[in-house]
């Protein structure tokens, strides 16, 4: 348990589905993270959050949306997805432009698009 | 961030040492080391992190090289629960959550 919880674990969507995502931390951090891991790729960043407000988008399409109301919530909504969109989709926070912090990862939503 | 090299895999006899190198020559100053493993298909867990000074901690020792150049991640006695995917990250302070991870090293243990 790193205090980092996301919702669901598992999804299956088709492609003219919308869903989200929900990640959720208690640790108090102000800086939140989008990161999505193909099969046998590196993890790449998605998206980042300071103080609720977006700070970078690394070249994301439009069909994934992120949201953060607060900074203990992000969601990630998803619609018109593709099949390369299926991943492994994976929240972080850390307390962000503050000192030699670490950054605490949940464990992921695998999605796929079928 | 600065770029990182490290063996794609490495196996450890369980009970035994495992000693993780990566290569890091273009780090600057105030560039941290920091080490996470990932389990399969779970997320990244935080290990260990320093600057200049060797360090140790529950899970790990990190062992810096006087010119920061490169450094080792010792599990002192490695666990089959220790097999997963290590990565050194190189970074500064920081913005903790922006990482460059690259493709590890898959450590195996082995009983």
């Known amino acids: 348990e790193t205090g980092v919880t996301q919702t669901p674990r598992h999804l299956v969507m088709g492609m003219t589905n919308k869903k989200s995502l929900k990640c959720e931390q208690h640790l108090g951090h102000n800086a939140m993270y989008w990161y999505k891991q193909s099969a046998k790729k590196p993890l790449e960043l998605m998206f980042v959050?300071?103080?609720?407000?977006?700070?970078e988008n690394n070249s994301v399409p439009s069909r994934f949306s992120p949201e953060c109301p607060n900074s203990s919530h992000l969601f990630l909504h998803l619609h018109t997805l593709q099949p390369e969109d299926s991943a492994l989709y994976l929240c972080?926070?850390?307390?962000?432009?503050?000192?030699?912090?670490?950054?605490?990862f949940g464990q992921g939503t695998r999605l796929t698009v079928v | 961030d600065a770029k990182t090299t490290q063996p794609p895999s490495m196996d450890c006899a369980e009970g035994r040492a495992a000693n993780l190198p990566c290569n890091h020559s273009t780090i600057s100053g105030n560039e941290y080391v920091y080490w996470y493993r990932q389990i399969h298909s779970q997320g990244p867990q935080y290990i260990i992190h320093?600057?200049?000074n060797n360090e140790t901690n529950e899970m790990a020792s990190l062992i810096i090289t006087e010119d920061r150049k490169s450094s080792t991640l010792i599990l002192p006695h490695a666990t089959l629960r220790d097999t997963a995917v290590y990565y050194c990250i190189v970074r500064v302070a920081a913005n903790a959550g922006k990482s460059t991870f690259g493709d590890g090293t898959t450590l195996t243990v082995k009983p």
């Open positions: 972080a926070s850390s307390q962000g432009q503050i000192g030699d912090a670490e950054a605490f």
């Open positions: 320093g600057l200049k």
């Open positions: 959050y300071n103080f609720k407000e977006q700070t």
